[in-house]
């Protein structure tokens, strides 16, 4: 089993910048893709970003494309999103996956077993 954490969470004014945090345990990190989605207020849980285990391939959400990026150091089992020109939009509860299946786009929620409890980001504006 796969336990995640999320930390790093908080409010921000608009054009600001958070790095999140998911420290994971109970399983080497090395072999998982992991990835960040969100769910806003009355929307539904949305792709943020996600990387291979390698760490060389990264796929994003056209909508963060260019501010967000996701890292990871499995050394210290964790995964980072770094938040860059935060906007209100931005504001959700954001959340991180980890997954091992292969046969599923890393933009699908299928693809992740594990998830975390989620950490609240707020943007004002």
């Known amino acids: 089993q796969v336990q995640l954490v999320e930390s790093g969470g908080g409010l921000v004014q608009a054009g600001g910048s958070l790095r999140l945090s998911c420290a994971v345990s109970?399983?080497?990190?090395?072999?998982?893709?992991m990835a960040w989605f969100r769910r806003a207020p009355g929307k539904e849980r949305e792709f943020v970003g996600s990387i291979w285990p390698d760490g060389d391939i990264t796929s994003y959400a056209d909508s963060v494309k260019g501010r967000f990026t996701v890292s990871r150091d499995d050394a210290k089992s964790t995964v980072y999103l770094q938040m860059n020109n935060l906007q209100s939009e931005d504001s959700a509860v954001y959340y991180c996956a980890a997954g091992l299946k292969s046969t599923v786009s890393v933009r699908s929620s299928r693809a992740y077993e594990f998830w975390g409890q989620g950490t609240q980001v707020t943007v004002s504006s």
């Open positions: 109970g399983r080497t990190l090395r072999f998982y893709k």
